[in-house]
């Protein structure tokens, strides 16, 4: 059962473009959404998160929109850049007092490129 | 900054082998992780670490089994490895609330022949 699930699953822009990766969770206990970045032959880095209180979260060129009633989270790169080309994974998690402790679900990845 | 150290990058190992992948992270961190990742498949949680000699399963522990006797240390054991675990193995460390960073090692990848 993927609890989280991503698309699309690769993603050609422009440099200067904007990069819009898209999620969508079951599971309504999820309380944190993380978006991390992986470049090749590296770790997950964290790269930006929300919480459901909020609706939008902005940090440089990067912005999550969170949709609660929808159920749906999303990453959006503006002015995109070479340096972004990177494996992108949204993630949820739940509180540790509803049993969930600090487990992510992972989305399936995204596969961003991005073209001069 | 926090580091999370996985010994071996690279291994190549025959079927039926016994195999350890050793993760050390330096910022004492209650929570530790091993995750698997595959493309097209994410990352899928194999075991979980929320204390010293405490583990829980994820979401794929059939086949593995994890060790942790010091808080910094979290050991990811294939009793006996099939080609089918061929795979990058991540292993991550975080404080142990929910909405803490989780941060991971560069990655062991393995190729069970």
């Known amino acids: 059962q993927q609890q989280v699930k991503q698309s699309p699953q690769s993603l050609i822009v422009q440099k200067g473009g904007i990069s819009i990766i898209n999620c969508a969770y079951e599971?309504?206990?999820?309380?944190?959404f993380p978006w991390y970045q992986q470049f090749p032959g590296k770790g997950p880095a964290l790269l930006i998160a929300?919480?459901?209180?909020?609706s939008e979260k902005k940090e440089g060129r990067f912005t999550i929109s969170f949709n609660k009633s929808a159920k749906q989270f999303s990453l959006h790169i503006m002015d995109s850049q070479p340096g972004d080309s990177a494996t992108y994974f949204c993630a949820a998690s739940w509180s540790i007092l509803t049993g969930g402790g600090n487990k992510l679900t992972f989305g399936t990845g995204t596969q961003l490129k991005v073209e001069l | 900054d926090v580091k999370v150290t996985q010994s071996s990058r690279y291994l190549v190992k025959r079927t039926g082998e016994k195999v350890f992948l050793e993760c050390v992270q330096d910022?004492?961190?209650?929570?530790m992780f091993w995750y698997r990742q595959d493309p097209g498949l994410g990352l899928r949680l194999i075991y979980f670490?929320?204390?010293?000699?405490?583990?829980e399963k994820g979401d794929i522990p059939e086949g593995y089994s994890v060790s942790r006797e010091k808080k910094e240390r979290f050991s990811l054991i294939l009793e006996s490895a099939s080609t089918n675990q061929t795979s990058m193995y991540l292993c991550?460390?975080?404080?142990?609330?929910?909405?803490?960073?989780?941060?991971f090692g560069e990655g062991s990848w393995l190729t069970v022949v």
């Open positions: 910022m004492d961190h209650e929570n």
């Open positions: 929300i919480r459901p209180d909020v």
């Open positions: 599971n309504t206990a999820f309380d944190y």
């Open positions: 991550a460390s975080s404080l142990s609330t929910s909405g803490n960073t989780i941060y």
């Open positions: 670490s929320y204390d010293v000699k405490m583990k």
